[in-house]
């Protein structure tokens, strides 16, 4: 059984269950690249709901969208975000042309069907909640995925400090067990001079620490989103207010200390954060390796 769904190239048959519509299905068409998909990413899924979620309550409190409209996407959200419904709905590859455009109405019409299923209507029914008109209000892919992007990517490197934090907690028990054990130390591939072993597995957790320190700086980095910026970063089509109100919401829904981009065109085209963080992790790698 399908639905028929209609854009601006034309209409396309779409599974009648499907979550997704007519965008998600060019996108699967369109990009077959990785064989991975954004299935993949539950922690993105996730953080796109936050996003969502945040814009709507931002909408609604600047009177920008209708409370019956606002509050079915914001539980549509929630049913992903809590209950982790719809995670298996986004089957549009990790590699795709544009700024994640795809991912993004990929998760504009998941929300929107799964509002219009918590209000009794049918999927597809899009004059009653519209993937763009209304889940993607005061919105553009260019805001929206970055931000969904960082605080995934922020709740990832965490969840490595973490790992790395237990290794090194692993590493200090042992340099206290082994520190009466002497070893040779090594240069250049020959025995060099006798040393604890004990103080080489402190080292170890020594370095570990440093590594902490620095993913740590570089995660809050992360955590600065130009979510208000829309496509270029001047804001177009947003409510007055719309910045700081959303923002807000967002840091209350994450639980993350998100905060707003001075300067919303320079944000929107910057990547520093991400280079920043491939750098220290790349460092952190590297180390282990050894």
């Not at 209950?83 to 998941?110: H, I, R, W, Y």
Request: glycine share 6%; aromatic share 6%; charged share 25%.
């Amino acid at each position: 059984m399908t639905r028929t769904e209609e854009d601006l190239l034309g209409t396309r048959e779409v599974p009648e269950d499907a979550y997704w519509g007519i965008h998600t299905l060019r996108a699967t068409e369109n990009y077959r690249i990785s064989g991975r998909t954004i299935n993949e990413a539950p922690e993105l899924i996730r953080a796109f709901a936050e996003v969502k979620k945040a814009c709507a309550m931002a909408n609604m409190q600047l009177k920008a969208m209708k409370p019956v409209k606002a509050e079915a996407i914001i539980a549509a959200c929630d049913e992903i975000i809590e209950n982790g419904k719809c995670l298996d709905q986004f089957p549009v590859d990790q590699f795709q042309g544009g700024a994640g455009t795809s991912v993004n109405m990929n998760a504009n019409e998941v929300i929107a069907n799964l509002a219009l299923e918590i209000l009794g209507e049918e999927k597809g029914n899009y004059s009653v909640i519209h993937p763009n008109d209304h889940v993607n209000r005061s919105q553009s892919t260019n805001d929206a995925y970055p931000t969904a992007f960082r605080i995934a990517l922020w709740r990832k490197v965490n969840r490595l400090r973490k790992a790395l934090d237990e290794l090194a907690d692993a590493f200090e028990e042992k340099g206290g067990e082994f520190r009466r054990i002497l070893t040779m130390g090594r240069t250049q591939l020959q025995d060099a001079v006798p040393v604890s072993l004990g103080a080489e597995m402190t080292a170890f957790a020594h370095t570990l620490r440093e590594e902490d320190e620095r993913l740590d700086n570089n995660a809050e980095l992360l955590l600065e989103t130009n979510l208000g910026a829309t496509a270029i970063g001047t804001g177009l089509n947003t409510p007055e207010g719309y910045q700081e109100s959303v923002v807000r919401h967002l840091r209350r829904i994450t639980g993350a200390r998100v905060v707003a981009s001075p300067d919303l065109l320079e944000a929107t085209s910057d990547t520093g954060a991400y280079v920043s963080m491939h750098a220290t992790i790349k460092r952190s790698a590297a180390k282990l390796s050894k």
